[in-house]
C-alpha cells in the first residue's frame, strides 16, 4: 500500500488521496494559515497527516470536518491545538455516536484481518470540533476566503461543502461520491438532491470548475450535476411509492431500479426514506 501524497489541483489547493477508503482529505493555503478539510479515520493517521502538512507549509492548520462519520473526523486529535469547523450538528452527532462507530470499526477491521488498523482505532481519542456554524461561514486565510457552506440535509443532516472560490474549487465531503454509489445509511434520500442544487445556486459553487468528492477522483460540475440528477430521480421514486402507500423496503427497491445505484444503495435509502417518513 503507498503512503498517501499531496497533490496540487489549483494553486496552493491539495488533495491527499488515500488507498484505504480512496479517502480524499483537504489542504488551502493562504498567506497567513492553512485550511486542513478532514483529519482522516484514526489519532495515528491524523499525526501523519499533520506532518505531510508541515512538508508544505510551517503556517498554523486551521481544521474543518465535512461531517461526523469516523473518516473524517477520528484524526482530529493531532490538530487539538487548531480551530476545529464544523456544522453543530457535526459535533452533536459525534458526540452521541463516536463510540458506537469505534465499536463498528473496530469489529469490522478484526473481521477483515485488520488488527493493526483495529488497535490505533482502539487508541483514537476523540476530539469534538468546537469551532460551530450554523451558517455559511466565511474563514479568511490571508490573501483568500474559504466558504463553508451548509445547503440542507443530505448525506447527513449536517453536511459541509467548502468552497475556495479564487482557485474554482469546491470540497463536497461525502455529498459527491466518485467511483461508488453515495452512502445512504445516515442519509436523507428525499431532500439530498435539493440540498446539493441548494449549493449549486450558490455563485462560489456554480462559478466553480474543480469538485473534490470526499471518496474517489477529483471531478468537475458535470459529474456534480448527473449525481444530483440521480439522485432527484431517486427522490421523486421514492416520495411517489410512499404517496401512494407502499410501506415495505423490498417493494421501495423495486420501484427505484434502472437509476444506476446498487441494491444495497437502494435498500438504505428505502429503509431512510421509511424512517424519515414515519417522523
Ligand atoms: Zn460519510
Given at each position: 500500500m503507498s503512503a498517501p501524497q499531496w497533490r496540487e489541483?489549483?494553486?496552493?489547493v491539495y488533495v491527499r488521496r488515500h488507498d484505504e477508503l480512496e479517502l480524499n482529505c483537504g489542504l488551502v493555503v493562504g498567506e497567513k494559515r492553512a485550511l486542513v478539510i478532514d483529519t482522516s479515520g484514526s489519532s495515528a493517521r491524523g499525526q501523519q497527516l499533520a506532518q505531510s502538512i508541515r512538508e508544505i507549509t510551517p503556517l498554523e492548520p486551521v481544521v474543518v470536518n465535512t461531517h461526523a462519520h469516523y473518516d473524517h473526523c477520528f484524526g482530529n486529535s493531532a490538530f487539538r491545538d487548531s480551530q476545529i469547523y464544523s456544522h453543530s450538528g457535526a459535533a452533536d452527532d459525534l458526540r452521541l455516536t463516536a463510540e458506537h462507530q469505534r465499536e463498528q470499526l473496530i469489529a469490522h477491521l478484526n473481521n477483515t484481518e485488520r488488527a493493526q488498523w483495529a488497535e490505533e482505532v482502539r487508541n483514537t481519542e476523540i476530539v469534538l470540533p468546537f469551532y460551530l456554524i450554523d451558517q455559511d461561514t466565511e474563514v479568511d486565510l490571508g490573501g483568500r476566503t474559504v466558504h463553508l457552506l451548509h445547503g440542507g440535509p443530505?448525506?447527513?443532516?449536517h453536511d459541509l461543502a467548502i468552497a475556495i472560490p479564487d482557485a474554482g474549487v469546491v470540497f463536497w465531503g461525502d455529498m459527491v461520491e466518485q467511483g461508488?454509489?453515495?452512502?445512504?445509511?445516515?442519509?436523507f434520500p428525499l431532500q439530498w438532491a435539493e440540498t446539493m442544487r441548494n449549493l449549486q445556486s450558490k455563485p462560489v459553487v456554480s462559478d466553480a470548475t474543480i469538485a473534490v468528492p470526499g471518496h474517489g477522483d477529483v471531478v468537475d460540475p458535470l459529474f456534480v450535476l448527473e449525481q444530483a440528477e440521480k439522485l432527484q430521480r431517486l427522490a421523486d421514486e421514492l416520495a411517489e411509492a410512499l404517496d401512494s402507500g407502499v410501506r415495505e423496503v423490498d417493494a421501495l427497491v423495486n420501484k427505484s431500479?434502472?437509476?444506476?445505484?446498487?441494491d444495497t444503495t437502494l435498500r438504505e435509502a428505502a429503509m431512510r426514506a421509511l424512517e424519515v417518513s414515519r417522523r
Amino acid at each position: 500500500m503507498s503512503a498517501p501524497q499531496w497533490r496540487e489541483i489549483a494553486p496552493s489547493v491539495y488533495v491527499r488521496r488515500h488507498d484505504e477508503l480512496e479517502l480524499n482529505c483537504g489542504l488551502v493555503v493562504g498567506e497567513k494559515r492553512a485550511l486542513v478539510i478532514d483529519t482522516s479515520g484514526s489519532s495515528a493517521r491524523g499525526q501523519q497527516l499533520a506532518q505531510s502538512i508541515r512538508e508544505i507549509t510551517p503556517l498554523e492548520p486551521v481544521v474543518v470536518n465535512t461531517h461526523a462519520h469516523y473518516d473524517h473526523c477520528f484524526g482530529n486529535s493531532a490538530f487539538r491545538d487548531s480551530q476545529i469547523y464544523s456544522h453543530s450538528g457535526a459535533a452533536d452527532d459525534l458526540r452521541l455516536t463516536a463510540e458506537h462507530q469505534r465499536e463498528q470499526l473496530i469489529a469490522h477491521l478484526n473481521n477483515t484481518e485488520r488488527a493493526q488498523w483495529a488497535e490505533e482505532v482502539r487508541n483514537t481519542e476523540i476530539v469534538l470540533p468546537f469551532y460551530l456554524i450554523d451558517q455559511d461561514t466565511e474563514v479568511d486565510l490571508g490573501g483568500r476566503t474559504v466558504h463553508l457552506l451548509h445547503g440542507g440535509p443530505a448525506h447527513t443532516d449536517h453536511d459541509l461543502a467548502i468552497a475556495i472560490p479564487d482557485a474554482g474549487v469546491v470540497f463536497w465531503g461525502d455529498m459527491v461520491e466518485q467511483g461508488a454509489d453515495p452512502m445512504m445509511e445516515d442519509a436523507f434520500p428525499l431532500q439530498w438532491a435539493e440540498t446539493m442544487r441548494n449549493l449549486q445556486s450558490k455563485p462560489v459553487v456554480s462559478d466553480a470548475t474543480i469538485a473534490v468528492p470526499g471518496h474517489g477522483d477529483v471531478v468537475d460540475p458535470l459529474f456534480v450535476l448527473e449525481q444530483a440528477e440521480k439522485l432527484q430521480r431517486l427522490a421523486d421514486e421514492l416520495a411517489e411509492a410512499l404517496d401512494s402507500g407502499v410501506r415495505e423496503v423490498d417493494a421501495l427497491v423495486n420501484k427505484s431500479r434502472g437509476l444506476g445505484l446498487q441494491d444495497t444503495t437502494l435498500r438504505e435509502a428505502a429503509m431512510r426514506a421509511l424512517e424519515v417518513s414515519r417522523r
